[in-house]
């Protein structure tokens, strides 16, 4: 049952990641009702909690925890659409799955608990480390395509040298325009 729990919060994240990455940005009044709604989510989901105990409860709070950090981080994302942001999204997310894994873990003992945190941490790790890694590919893939769109221009600027008067400016009108300069 305890590994449904995790699997459950694994699913959900992925699945509210990946209907962020065609978000739009929102407005003002959608993410300050988004606030309001992920904290009321969240105030229900501890409350529910309230009639477990044990180890059972600690796991329920970490999940509701760990949901709301992730509405936190998707809202702004959605918010302030950047790569910074889906980021944040994916550590978020990371972070929560590690939290829950570790309250699983306590009703472990003795060498399997041991396995299991380190299990844990490593699942942590290995998510944080694709995050950066996710994030470094967009700012990279965007550094190339100014790249390419930078020399591109430079090509067009240059076909443009073979006219002359009205037509050059028209051509480097147009290029400007294509490529984004000013």
């Known amino acids: 049952m305890i590994r449904v729990h995790i699997h459950a919060l694994a699913v959900v994240t992925g699945l509210a990641f990946s209907s962020l990455a065609g978000a739009q940005a929102m407005s003002k009044e959608q993410y300050e009702s988004g606030k309001k709604s992920i904290a009321a989510e969240y105030k229900a989901a501890n409350e529910a909690c309230a009639s477990r105990s044990g180890n059972a409860r600690d796991i329920c709070k970490a999940e509701a925890s760990g949901r709301e950090k992730v509405g936190k981080a998707q809202l702004e994302a959605q918010y302030k659409p950047s790569e910074q942001a889906t980021y944040e999204v994916r550590a978020a997310m990371a972070q929560a799955n590690y939290s829950v894994a570790r309250q699983v873990c306590d009703d472990k003992a003795g060498n399997v608990k041991d396995v ?12 944080m480390s694709d995050a950066k890694a996710s994030m470094k590919t967009a700012e990279a893939r965007n550094d190339a395509s100014s790249a390419k769109r930078d020399a591109d221009y430079a090509v067009a600027k240059e076909k443009c040298a073979t006219f002359a008067g009205d037509a050059k400016t028209a051509c480097l009108n147009d290029a400007k325009a294509r490529f984004g300069k000013s």
Do not use: F, Y
């Open 116 to 127: 299991c945190l380190k299990e844990a941490k490593a699942a942590e790790v290995a998510a």
